[in-house]
Nanobody
Framework: QVQLVESGGGLVQAGGSLRLSCAAS????????MGWYRQGPGKQRELVAT???????NYADTVKGRFTISRDNATNTVYLQMNSLKPEDTTVYYC???????????????WGQGTQVTVAS
């Protein structure tokens, strides 16, 4: 199958920066969109940013101008550069990927295990 492994979370002061990474591995023929989401306790998972295989991006209004999503198609890795972090950005961040494992199979969505981001005021 497919595994997504995230890294880069941690503790940072307000106004600081973090860079999240998410690498996909396993049986992969192609990956369409990849993205980052976040979910706080008792809250619904919300979109942070997505990026297509062609590089088209989409951002939540709350992070526009502060976060940048990018990807390396050669290594099946998606990144999230987070600048000007605010305490309200504190939560668990998840990556996802829409993967086709063989050319003849349908696309399935896989999720990472989540990485904690904490922004201290």
């Amino acid at each position: 199958q497919v595994q997504l492994v995230e890294s880069g979370g941690g503790l940072v002061q307000a106004g600081g920066s973090l860079r999240l990474s998410c690498a996909a591995s396993g049986i992969i023929f192609s990956i369409n969109a990849m993205g980052w989401y976040r979910q706080g306790p008792g809250k619904q998972r919300e979109l942070v940013a997505t990026i297509t295989s062609g590089g088209n991006t989409n951002y939540a209004d709350t992070v526009k101008g502060r976060f940048t999503i990018s990807r390396d198609n050669a290594t099946n890795t998606v990144y999230l550069q987070m600048n000007s972090l605010k305490p309200e950005d504190t939560t668990v961040y998840y990556c996802d990927a829409d993967v086709r494992s063989y050319f003849y199979t349908s696309i399935n969505t896989y999720w990472g295990q989540g990485t904690q981001v904490t922004v201290a005021s």
